[in-house]
C-alpha cells in the first residue's frame, strides 16, 4: 500500500518545545508530502519532499526523508499554540497519481 | 488568489434524503478530488477528475453516490439516498494537472444523517 502511517497517533507537548511525527511507508516515492489539518477545516499543505533529497527546511518545519528505510519525519522548532492540529504524510508514487493519508498524529500545544 | 470553495458547509439530513456538495477549485487547475473523512481518520479518496473525465472512481460507492464535473470547473458530489454511516466531513481537493501530488483543499462539507 502506498498510505503513509503517521507516529505516533497524538502526541502534546508544552509552547516551546519541538515537535517529531513520524511517518513510515510501504512503496517507493516519487515524493512525500506533509499536510495539517486545525480543527474542523480542510488540509493545508506544508511541504513537499522529493525522493532524492534527504532534508527540507519551511520555516520552524525540518522534514527528512530515509529512502532506505521507507520513513519521514517532521520536526517542527519552538511549537506554537496555533500549531495544534492534526499532521499527515502523504507518500506519492506518481503511477496513479492518488494520495493516500493515514490517521495523522494529533499535535497538541499547551500555552 | 481564492482557494478552493466548497458548499454548503453544513448540512443536516434524514436518512433517505438527497444531498449534494458543490465544489470550485482554484482557477486553473484542472486535476479536482472528492475526499471522504471519518472522524479520527485521514481523508478517503473517492473520486479523480481530469477536466471532465473521472479517471479513478474506484472507491465511489456507486449505487448512491454521483458525481459531475460538467465543464471541467465546478464539480458537484451527491448522495441518494443518503445512510447514517454517510455522515462525515466530504472535502474537495484540486491541483495544477498531474504536477508533483501537492493538492489544495477546501474547507469541506460536513454531512450530518439523521
Known amino acids: 500500500s502506498q498510505q503513509g502511517e503517521e507516529d505516533p497517533q497524538a502526541l502534546s507537548i508544552q509552547e516551546g518545545e519541538n515537535a517529531t511525527m513520524n511517518c513510515s511507508y510501504k512503496?517507493?516515492?516519487?515524493?512525500l508530502q506533509w499536510y495539517r489539518q486545525n480543527s474542523g477545516r480542510g488540509l493545508v499543505h506544508l511541504i513537499l519532499?522529493?525522493?532524492?533529497?534527504r532534508e527540507k527546511h519551511s520555516g520552524r518545519l525540518r522534514v527528512t526523508l530515509d529512502t532506505s528505510k521507507k520513513s519521514s519525519s517532521l520536526l517542527i522548532t519552538a511549537s506554537r499554540a496555533a500549531d495544534t492540529a492534526s499532521y499527515f504524510c502523504?507518500?506519492?508514487?506518481?503511477?496513479?497519481?492518488?494520495?493516500?493519508f493515514g490517521k495523522g498524529t494529533l499535535l497538541t500545544v499547551n500555552p | 488568489e481564492a482557494g478552493v470553495v466548497q458548499s454548503p458547509r453544513y448540512k443536516i439530513i434524514e436518512k433517505k434524503q438527497p444531498v449534494a456538495f458543490w465544489c470550485n477549485p482554484i482557477?486553473?487547475?484542472?486535476?479536482l478530488y472528492w475526499y471522504l473523512q471519518n472522524l479520527g481518520q485521514g481523508p478517503e479518496l473517492l473520486i479523480r477528475?481530469?477536466?471532465?473525465?473521472?479517471?479513478?472512481d474506484s472507491q465511489l460507492p456507486k449505487d448512491r453516490f454521483s458525481a459531475e464535473r460538467l465543464k471541467g470547473v465546478d464539480s458537484t458530489l451527491k448522495i441518494q439516498p443518503a445512510e447514517l454511516g454517510d455522515s462525515a466531513v466530504y472535502l474537495c481537493?484540486?491541483?495544477?494537472?498531474?504536477?508533483?501530488?501537492?493538492?489544495?483543499f477546501g474547507p469541506g462539507t460536513r454531512l450530518t444523517v439523521l
Open positions: 519532499i522529493r525522493s532524492n533529497e
Open positions: 502523504a507518500p506519492w508514487a506518481g503511477s496513479n497519481y492518488k494520495l493516500t
Open positions: 477528475y481530469e477536466n471532465e473525465e473521472a479517471v479513478d
Open positions: 481537493a484540486s491541483s495544477l494537472g498531474r504536477g508533483l501530488g501537492e493538492q489544495f
Open positions: 512503496t517507493s516515492i516519487n515524493n
Open positions: 482557477s486553473g487547475h484542472n486535476t
